[in-house]
DNA sequence: ATAATCCCTAGTTAATAACTAGGGATTATT
DNA sequence: AATAATCCCTAGTTATTAACTAGGGATTAT
């Protein structure tokens, strides 16, 4: 039960663009950089991002990516379904979706996985790209705080 | 973010054995057709279950397995880390171990999946082979009850 | 005019899932 | 003792997918 790297590059770019979110707009180039990922690879997953309206892009010199709301108005539940086409362990339990389910053994296992599947979406619907920013300012703090030796 | 046909087919066999729990083994060959699952991959599945010590099994004729401890005592959360190596949507973030991690942005993501992470064993780990037999039972009633018409 | 950017699509590679196949070992039943 | 039913083991096979790489075209600030 693994996520694959659209779900979590997806997710490293939206939070790259949120931590650094403003007037100007990030080129691809920069995010791949700084989230140590292919720039190719990524440009193709943000294409999905910015189908689905999630991101605004800036054409030509000076170009780049902006988040198309403010990262309060973002969940990381929002990005993953985008990026992985749905959150379900699996797809018997996709959101939205009528399922064919003749063995009553079989619901009971779909039971778990529901109630599977309702535990993840509560995690990802009520985390913010701006509850991340936060915490990752948290941690900076923190790491300023307490950090003796570092190698330079 | 799927689950394999390991952990589904896993929980299935152990669900079929719950089921059917009593003194006399089951042959693999009735919970595959049960189950509507190949025997012989069946047979793999139950071999990591076999050595992890959740069913016992009797060898020759009126052979079969036997789960190893009482349904009320073998979670889903059990079966599923057995089957599927560890329960962690992301590497990162499985259970007892360390984790090199440098960058803190990568971090926050971390967090993320840690708190999804918790959140599935909460729910897999307090859910029973015996809830399952339990809520069978009732799904078979409540269909029983309400049943109208059906192909026979 | 140039360089920096976004945009698009078609490969490629490696890994993995999900089996299939088949033969050996054990044991209850006849 | 023979047979059939079972578990047990390992080595393929196939198809799919993930995770990119590559490269060229369109747009626009400087």
Redesign the interface.
């Known amino acids: 039960?693994?996520?694959?790297t659209k779900?979590?590059y997806g997710?490293?770019a939206m939070?790259?663009l949120a931590?650094h979110y403003g007037d100007i707009p990030i080129p691809l180039k920069v995010v791949a950089e700084?989230?140590?990922v292919s720039e190719n690879y990524l440009e193709q997953l943000i294409a999905v991002l910015r189908k689905a309206g999630m991101v605004n892009s800036v054409r030509g010199a000076q170009g780049g990516y902006v988040l198309a709301k403010k990262p309060e108005q973002i969940t990381?539940g929002d990005i993953?379904r985008v990026m992985?086409g749905s959150?379900?362990?699996?797809?018997c339990v996709k959101e939205g979706e009528a399922v064919d389910c003749i063995?009553?053994?079989?619901?009971?296992?779909r039971?778990?996985?529901l109630?599977?599947r309702d535990?993840?979406t509560?995690?990802?619907d009520t985390?913010t790209l701006a509850d991340?920013c936060r915490?990752?300012e948290g941690?900076?703090n923190k790491?300023q705080g307490t950090r003796k030796t570092l190698e330079p």
């Open positions: 039960m693994k996520l694959s779900g979590r997710l490293k939070f790259d931590l700084r989230q140590c990381v993953i992985e959150i379900a362990p699996l797809d063995q009553f053994e079989h619901c009971v296992s039971n778990v996985w109630r599977v535990s993840i509560d995690v990802l985390t991340m915490e990752a941690l900076k790491e």
